[in-house]
């Protein structure tokens, strides 16, 4: 009985997962309301397409009950870590998703720096999202020490001087992940405007920010058109 019902259950979230997760791998993390999850190459649940409609509230506590059930039998699954992660946030308990996102970053053993670097920059996201900044900055440390080249991992590391209102550095990191994106058509100078435009309380001065990116990408067009539109 209790095979029947590990199956069971595995089959509910693998069908959930595959309908409702999100890409986690996204360039533009400031085009969203909040930074989307990255999923390593490994991950235990395959993925497939974006839909538009999410289960409502009681559907998913109801799966975050079945995957602790679960838990109870597979302690040292960290995919069921990884849809626990994924389902308290669409439930905004962050304080869960915080949690979820260490057991699986302990639950590890292997040393691929890109997937030790995805789940860096989850943890980091996490902290983020509580307002935990210098467990943030940790974090973001180590995701882009493993993986550098992560762009996700680098809007982490522009939240961070964004809560911390370092425009210097603000400015600096702007200018490494615009050199860093080989799409032509990405201006992440924009993109963090926009995110943060939307948010009455986000404080941040825009005019003072921007005026720092044209005095350290004097040759940026990109820096001084957004200036002239603040």
């Known amino acids: 009985m209790v095979v029947v019902k590990l199956v069971r259950n595995l089959v509910v979230i693998i069908a959930f997962l595959v309908a409702f997760l999100p890409v986690y791998i996204n360039t533009s993390a400031f085009a969203l309301e909040a930074i989307d999850f990255q999923r390593p190459d490994e991950s235990s649940l395959s993925l497939e397409e974006i839909v538009s409609d999410y289960p409502e509230r009681r559907e998913i506590l109801e799966l975050i009950k079945n995957i602790k059930e679960d838990l109870e039998h597979q302690p ?5 870590y990884e849809a626990l992660a994924f389902l308290y946030d669409k ?3 962050y304080r869960e998703v ?3 996102t260490k057991k699986q970053l302990d639950l590890y053993s292997g040393n691929d720096s890109e997937t030790l670097g995805i789940l860096y920059g989850n943890l980091a996201r996490s902290y983020l999202t509580l307002h935990m900044l210098d ?3 940790l974090a973001i440390d180590k995701a882009i020490f493993y993986a550098p080249e992560n762009i996700i991992n680098r809007t982490h590391l522009l939240q961070y001087y964004a809560s911390k209102k370092d425009y210097i550095n603000l400015a600096i990191q702007l200018k490494v ?3 860093m994106d080989k799409d032509p058509d990405r ?3 924009y993109d963090l405007y926009k995110y943060y435009f939307g948010q009455e309380d986000h404080g941040i001065d825009f005019v003072k920010l921007f005026e720092e990116s044209v005095k350290i990408d004097p040759e ?4 001084h058109r957004i200036l002239g539109v603040v």
């Open 135 to 137: 467990e943030a900055k």
């Open 220 to 223: 940026c067009h990109l820096a």
């Open 187 to 189: 201006d992440h100078y």
């Open 177 to 179: 992940l615009q050199s």
């Open 76 to 80: 040292d699954n960290s995919g069921l």
């Open 91 to 93: 439930i905004e308990m």
């Open 98 to 100: 915080l949690g979820a």
